[in-house]
């Protein structure tokens, strides 16, 4: 049983950085694509970036892109987000996922359908 844990959530000022930590445990997860989704108030759980299982291969979507970068230390078992030029937009819970099955492209884990394990979540919230 994956276990998935989020850190690192707060509140920020519009414009203001913060970096997101998701720590796994109970399987080596070095061979699993990871990522980072966000459901924001009153709206539908979406896609932020995923990673592949090696880390050099790298997926996000169109709204963050270029503000948020996605990276993992699989010595740690660990992935982490990096969000800068936050916008009250960004407001909402993060949360960490791993891939369903192993060695896969980061562009399949942009589907929920491919998620095998869910974190509890971690709120972001951005003032303006």
């Known amino acids: 049983q994956v276990h998935l844990e989020e850190s690192g959530g707060g509140l920020v000022q519009a414009g203001g950085s913060l970096r997101l930590s998701c720590a796994a445990s109970g399987r080596n997860m070095s061979i699993y694509s990871m990522g980072w989704f966000r459901r924001a108030p009153g709206r539908d759980r979406e896609l932020a970036a995923t990673i592949n299982w090696s880390g050099d291969s790298t997926y996000y979507a169109d709204s963050v892109k270029d503000r948020f970068t996605i990276s993992r230390d699989n010595a740690k078992n660990t992935v982490y987000l990096q969000m800068n030029s936050l916008k009250p937009e960004d407001t909402a819970v993060y949360y960490c996922?791993?891939?369903?099955?192993?060695?896969?492209?980061?562009?399949?884990?942009?589907?929920?359908?491919?998620?095998?394990?869910w974190g509890q979540g971690t709120q972001v919230t951005v003032s303006s």
């Open positions: 996922a791993a891939d369903r099955f192993t060695f896969r492209a980061p562009q399949v884990l942009s589907a929920e359908v491919a998620v095998g394990s």
